[in-house]
C-alpha cells in the first residue's frame, strides 16, 4: 500500500509548575524559600528517515504527543523535562497546518531534524523570587501550555526526473531499462498505480532518480483515469520526460493533452524543462516530416535503442540546471512556538491564572500565562 497524504494531530507537553516550599530545618526553623522550577514540555519533532518510503506508517497512528515537563519540587529539586516526540517521514515530506494550509515544513535532507512545537516552558519555583524585600514569596508560576496542533503530511516524491505520459506508452519500461527498479509492465491501461522510483547512473559516480507515475489521459484534470493528483509526485523533479508511444493513433495530440492537464494541476510545472522523447521506435518509424512534431528524441524502451543517448542528454540538462540552482531554504516558515500561534485573546493577565496556589502574583511574572483549559 503507498499513502502520500494523511491528516495526523501533533501536541507538545505542558511545562511543569514552580513548586512553593519554605525550608525547616531542625536549627533553621525558617530556611527560606526552597522551590524549585518545573521542567519543559517536551517538543514535537520531526526527522527524515531515508529508510521511508510513504506515509504508511501514518495509517494507524495518527496521535504524537510529547511528554509534559514534571513540576519542581522542594530542596531547589528541578521538575524533569518532558521527552520529546521524534516523529520520521520519508524524505519529501512537506508539513502544512490543517486549518489554513500554510506550509510549515519541508523535509528532503537525510537525517534532517526539524522543531515543529516547542514543549511549554517550566514553571519557576518560589526561590526565583526571593530577595531582600520578598524574603519567603508564597508563590511560583505555573508551567506553560504546550500546544495542539492538526497538520497534514504531503509526500512529494524526491526526483530529478520525472516521466509523464499516457497510459502504455513505456514509463514503466523505461524506467525498469534504466535502472533497477522493477516496476509492474503490462500492456493494459494503468499498469502503474503508485509512483515508482529508480537510480540511472549517467556518468561515473553520478546518479539521477527518475520517477514514473501513472498514466494520464485527457480530462485527467477532472478525475478521469486516475486523476491528476500523483503529479504531485513529479512536482519538485527538475527536468521532465514527456513520453509519447509514437505508434499510437495521434502522438500529437497526446502530447498536447499532457501538456494540458500539466499546466491545469499546475502552470509552474507545465514550464518545467522537459524532453520529448518517442517510444517504441521498434514497431513505427515514422520521418520527422511525417510526423509533424517536435522531439528531442526517437527511443526504443524496450529494445534499448538510443536509450544511453538519452541517459546522457538528461545528465547534461541535470549538470546545467545544478550549475545555475540557488541553494534551497531549509526552513519555510519561522519556527513554529506556542507563543507564536496564540491569539491575543487568549492571552490573560497572569491575576486571572492564578489559582488559590498562587494567590500573591509575583511581582516579576511574565503575562504570557496562558489559560491552561486550553488543553482538551
Ligand atoms: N514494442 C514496444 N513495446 C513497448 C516499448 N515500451 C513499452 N512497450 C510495451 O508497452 C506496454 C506498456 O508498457 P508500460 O511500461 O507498462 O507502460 P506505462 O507507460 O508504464 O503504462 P501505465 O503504467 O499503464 O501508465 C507493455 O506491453 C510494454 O511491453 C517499446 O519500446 N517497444
Ligand atoms: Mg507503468
Not at 85 to 109: H, K, S
Request: aromatic fraction near 6%; charge should be neutral.
Amino acid at each position: 500500500m503507498f499513502i502520500d497524504q494523511v491528516r495526523i494531530a501533533v501536541r507538545s507537553g505542558n511545562g511543569g509548575d514552580g513548586c512553593v516550599s519554605l525550608f525547616h530545618g531542625k536549627y533553621q526553623p525558617k530556611g527560606g524559600p526552597d522551590g524549585g522550577d518545573g521542567g519543559r514540555g517536551g517538543d514535537v519533532v520531526f526527522e527524515v528517515d531515508t529508510g521511508r518510503m510513504n506515509l504508511l506508517d501514518f495509517k494507524w497512528s495518527r496521535s504524537f504527543e510529547a511528554e509534559d515537563g514534571r513540576p519542581g519540587a522542594s530542596s531547589l529539586r528541578k521538575g524533569r523535562r518532558g521527552s520529546d516526540v521524534l516523529i520520521r517521514v520519508p524524505p519529501g515530506t512537506q508539513i502544512r497546518r490543517a486549518d489554513n494550509g500554510e506550509l510549515l515544513l519541508d523535509l528532503v535532507e537525510p537525517g534532517q531534524r526539524e522543531v515543529l512545537l516547542n514543549g511549554g516552558h517550566g514553571g519557576k519555583g518560589n526561590a526565583r523570587f526571593k530577595s531582600p524585600t520578598q524574603q519567603t514569596p508564597r508563590y511560583a508560576t505555573p508551567g506553560g501550555a504546550g500546544w495542539d496542533l492538526e497538520i497534514d503530511l504531503e509526500l512529494k516524491i524526491l526526483a530529478d526526473v520525472g516521466l509523464v505520459g499516457f497510459p502504455n506508452a513505456g514509463k514503466s519500461t523505461l524506467l525498469a531499462a534504466l535502472s533497477a527498479a522493477r516496476p509492474k509492465i503490462a500492456d493494459y491501461p494503468f499498469t502503474t498505480i503508485v509512483p515508482n522510483v529508480g537510480i540511472v547512473p549517467y556518468a561515473e559516480f553520478k546518479s539521477f532518480a527518475m520517477a514514473d507515475i501513472p498514466g494520464l489521459i485527457e480530462g485527467a484534470h477532472e478525475g478521469r483515469g486516475l486523476g491528476h493528483q500523483f503529479l504531485r509526485h513529479v512536482e519538485r523533479c527538475r527536468v521532465l520526460v514527456y513520453l509519447v508511444d509514437v505508434s499510437a493513433d495521434d502522438p500529437v495530440h497526446q502530447l498536447d493533452v499532457l501538456r494540458f492537464e500539466l499546466a491545469r494541476y499546475s502552470p509552474e510545472l507545465a514550464k518545467r524543462p522537459a524532453l520529448i522523447v518517442l517510444n517504441k521506435s521498434d514497431v513505427t518509424i515514422p520521418s520527422k516530416r511525417k510526423l509533424k512534431m517536435d522531439y528531442d528524441l526517437l527511443v526504443s524502451a524496450a529494445t534499448g535503442n538510443h536509450l544511453k543517448l538519452l541517459v546522457r542528454r538528461i545528465g547534461e540538462m541535470l549538470e546545467e540546471l545544478r550549475a545555475r540552482e540557488l541553494p534551497r531554504p531549509r526552513r519555510l516558515s519561522s519556527l513554529i512556538r506556542p507563543d507564536v500561534l496564540v491569539d491575543e485573546e487568549e492571552l490573560i493577565h497572569p491575576d486571572e491564572a492564578m489559582d488559590e496556589r498562587w494567590a500573591t502574583p509575583p511581582p516579576d511574572v511574565d503575562d504570557s500565562v496562558r489559560r491552561r483549559s486550553k488543553r482538551r
